[in-house]
């Protein structure tokens, strides 16, 4: 197989992985804040996790996937002004703030079961981890810490190189970062937000730098060296993370190590930092902060399978923009049918693997391991050296994904050989192209007003109909249809047979 290799947002360049502890990948993404529904912008950052991990399994590598959940910590800006994202949804829902959190958790979690992500070997709450929080912050704080009333703050001029992830704290960046009097330098950080005096919050500890909560970059270091060990393999976020959340991290991982050099990849905690990049809209990011927001339930809703969202995805480089267009959905969907229709002949086949079902594997994805290569059909291996190439190549998936159809379009094989490598790029796309079927991916809208099963029996009627010749029942059927908003389509050359006008 090729060499594996990444982009690292910490020196800007692609390396080759090389696991700190062999034959492992240890991997740690930055959860959802869960004060709000996910946005499919933020699902984009997970799919991305997702082929990364599919990636490394199939690799071969054990992989340890954690991805966290906050539910405390997280202010309304990244830096540290506002408020408490869930304490401000409480107060304004008059709701607590564990309800809250329960409540986007499993929706957050729907929404990942939709998409076909992988489960990760751990989801990380950090409300969890308070104590571990506490301790962390205690060991640091005598070398980096200083306290005002506010809280416990990081002194970003103790370890060296603060900011490199960022490269060039800009003015812009700068100003973002709230004024705070007696902060020796703008961009030190809460790790402590101490209660203020004669206010109550819905979420408080006590420390030694009295009642309050952690801050957020704070949790994100200590469940993600807690559960895989300074220095873990890698570190993913969205690219908003790379200014300042994963910078102040870095900071803190390098003072717990005890090391204030960033020459080594060891004292930063991750070897490898990588970011995709935002899903956008015309006017611009994606965000659940600003009111009316595009939810992967509202795909649904309007009939769209959502993996022809993740589709969409993987037809873009993680690290570019991606526009979303309801459009551009539409293409991804017909994209997806074409690729089902031509695996749906495969399916009658029994893989040649054992326990072929290769969806939502098991948190260490043994099951994504390569068909062994003397079992490979020799037609299907220049494709399969095309997508290894593309995806050991910073996980080029829009190149991948030309492989798949490649193999996709073989004719005159053994259906048995091409299920088997059709199976293994898809555990590494996780598409399911073998547990959709077409009635999956027909655009239904939820409001509907014939079922399925009404519109099966219509068509039945209308081909007998055209069998016997009789024009005028098979148009009036039609007719029927379209009056109920179901238009017919003749010759469709997908041969979906209806769609939903
Ligand atoms: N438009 C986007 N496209 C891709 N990834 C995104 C986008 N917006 C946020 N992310 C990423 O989604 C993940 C979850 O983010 P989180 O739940 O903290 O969202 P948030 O910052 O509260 O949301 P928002 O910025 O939408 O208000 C993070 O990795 C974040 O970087
Ligand atoms: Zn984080």
């Known amino acids: 197989m090729?060499?594996?290799?990444?982009?690292?947002?910490?020196?800007?360049?692609?390396?080759?992985?090389?696991?700190?502890?062999?034959?492992?990948?240890?991997?740690y993404s930055c959860g959802p804040t869960v004060y709000n529904y996910p946005h499919i912008g933020n699902m984009r950052a997970y799919v991305f996790a997702d082929v990364l991990g599919r990636t490394l399994s199939w690799?071969?590598?054990?992989?340890?996937?954690?991805?966290?959940?906050?539910?405390?910590?997280?202010?309304?800006?990244?830096?540290?002004?506002?408020?408490?994202?869930?304490?401000?949804?409480?107060?304004?829902?008059?709701?607590?703030?564990?309800?809250?959190?329960?409540?986007?958790?499993?929706?957050?979690?729907?929404?990942?079961?939709?998409?076909?992500?992988?489960?990760?070997?751990?989801?990380?709450?950090?409300?969890?981890?308070i104590d571990a929080m506490i301790e962390f912050a205690e060991s640091i704080a005598a070398e980096h810490c200083y306290e005002l009333d506010s809280g416990l703050y990081f002194d970003v001029s103790t370890v060296a190189d603060y900011g490199r992830l960022a490269r060039a704290v800009t003015e812009e960046g700068e100003g973002r970062i709230e004024a705070v009097d007696g902060k020796r330098n703008a961009a030190d950080f809460a790790i402590w937000r101490k209660t203020p005096p004669g206010e109550k919050r819905q979420m408080e500890w006590d420390s030694p730098w009295g009642r309050g909560a952690p801050g957020w970059h704070l949790e994100c270091s200590v469940m993600s060296g807690k559960l895989l060990g300074f220095p873990f393999d890698i570190h993913t976020g969205g690219i908003d993370h790379r200014e300042i959340h994963h910078a102040n991290e870095i900071a803190q991982n390098q003072a717990f190590c005890g090391c204030g050099s960033l020459?080594?990849?060891?004292?930063?905690?991750?070897?490898?930092?990588?970011?995709?990049?935002?899903?956008?809209?015309?006017?611009?990011?994606?965000?659940?902060?600003?009111?009316?927001?595009?939810?992967?339930q509202l795909l649904i809703d309007k009939g769209y399978h959502p993996l022809a969202y993740r589709l969409m995805c993987l037809q873009a480089h993680y690290r570019s923009e991606l526009e979303f267009s309801w459009e551009g959905l539409g293409a991804a969907l017909t994209r997806l049918k074409r690729m089902l229709m031509a695996a749906e002949k495969l399916s009658e086949v029994a893989s040649p693997r054992e326990g072929g079902d290769l969806r939502q594997q098991g948190a260490?994805?043994?099951?994504?391991?390569?068909?062994?290569?003397?079992?490979?059909h020799p037609k299907f291996v220049p494709m399969l050296e095309k997508f290894d190439a593309a995806m050991s190549d910073d996980l080029n998936t829009a190149v991948a994904l030309t492989a798949l159809e490649d193999a996709l379009a073989v004719k005159k094989v053994d259906l048995a050989a091409k299920r088997a490598v059709i199976a293994e790029m898809d555990?590494?796309?996780?598409?399911n192209l073998f547990g959709l079927t077409r009635a999956d991916?027909?655009?239904?809208?939820?409001?509907?007003?014939?079922?399925?099963?009404?519109?099966?029996?219509?068509?039945?009627?209308?081909?007998?109909?055209?069998?016997?010749?009789?024009?005028?029942?098979s148009d009036a059927i039609r007719d029927e249809l379209a009056g109920k908003g179901v238009e017919v389509m003749d010759g469709d050359p997908l041969g979906w047979?209806?769609?939903?006008a």
């Open 2 to 27: 090729t060499e594996l290799t990444l982009f690292n947002s910490l020196t800007r360049s692609l390396e080759p992985f090389v696991p700190v502890h062999p034959g492992e990948a240890r991997v």
């Open 59 to 129: 690799k071969g590598y054990k992989l340890t996937h954690v991805i966290n959940i906050t539910d405390v910590g997280h202010l309304t800006d990244d830096a540290d002004a506002g408020e408490d994202k869930l304490e401000k949804a409480a107060a304004q829902r008059a709701q607590s703030i564990w309800d809250i959190a329960k409540h986007y958790t499993e929706a957050y979690w729907a929404d990942i079961k939709a998409l076909n992500i992988r489960q990760p070997a751990h989801w990380s709450i950090a409300t969890d981890y």
């Open 263 to 296: 020459s080594t990849a060891t004292n930063s905690g991750a070897k490898i930092w990588m970011h995709n990049n935002f899903l956008v809209e015309r006017s611009g990011k994606m965000s659940k902060s600003s009111g009316e927001f595009l939810r992967l």
């Open 364 to 376: 260490e994805g043994a099951d994504t391991a390569p068909l062994s290569r003397d079992r490979l």
């Open 427 to 431: 555990a590494v796309l996780g598409l």
């Open 441 to 473: 991916l027909r655009i239904r809208p939820k409001d509907a007003t014939i079922t399925e099963a009404e519109i099966e029996d219509e068509l039945v009627r209308r081909k007998a109909a055209r069998a016997d010749k009789d024009f005028a029942t």
């Open 497 to 500: 047979e209806w769609k939903l």
